[in-house]
C-alpha cells in the first residue's frame, strides 16, 4: 500500500514536498516513482528512483526544479517541489514496481497510491 501525503495549494514560485509512506509489500520495491495526471494531458511520468536512492531521473518538464528522494528506513519516497508554476498543478500519485530498468511508461507500475491534489494559483 501507497499513501501520498503533502499536497495543497501554493502561489506561483513556492515549494512543496510530497511524502509516499509504503507498507507491506509495498516497501520492497526496487523502483518507485512519482507521476501526475490532469484531465486534459492524462498521467504523465515525474521522476523515478532505483532502490538504493543513487540514481533519479526526470520528465523535461521538471528538470532541475523537483528532486526525487527515497529513505528506505522509514519506507518513504519524497518529492520535492520548488519553484512551482501553474502548469504543475495536478493529482501527484506515487508508483512503485520490482522494474530494475528505467521506466516512465505508467503502465509498468504495478502498484500506485491513491493521489493528492497540487495547486499552483495565485
Known amino acids: 500500500q501507497l499513501v501520498e501525503s503533502g499536497g495543497g495549494w501554493v502561489q506561483p514560485g513556492g515549494s512543496l514536498r510530497l511524502s509516499c509512506v509504503a507498507s507491506g509489500e509495498s516497501f520492497n520495491f526496487y523502483r518507485m516513482a512519482w507521476f501526475r495526471q490532469t484531465p486534459e494531458k492524462g498521467r504523465m511520468f515525474v521522476a523515478t528512483i532505483n532502490k538504493r536512492g543513487d540514481n533519479a531521473n526526470y520528465a523535461g518538464s521538471v528538470e532541475g526544479r523537483f528532486v526525487i528522494s527515497r529513505d528506505n528506513t522509514k519506507n518513504t519516497v519524497y518529492l520535492q517541489m520548488n519553484n512551482l508554476s501553474p502548469e504543475d498543478t495536478a493529482a501527484y500519485y506515487c508508483?512503485?514496481?520490482?522494474?530494475?530498468?528505467?521506466?516512465?511508461?505508467?503502465?509498468?507500475?504495478?502498484?500506485w497510491g491513491q493521489g493528492i491534489q497540487v495547486t499552483v494559483s495565485p
Open positions: 508508483a512503485g514496481d520490482q522494474v530494475v530498468l528505467v521506466k516512465t511508461d505508467y503502465q509498468h507500475y504495478s502498484s
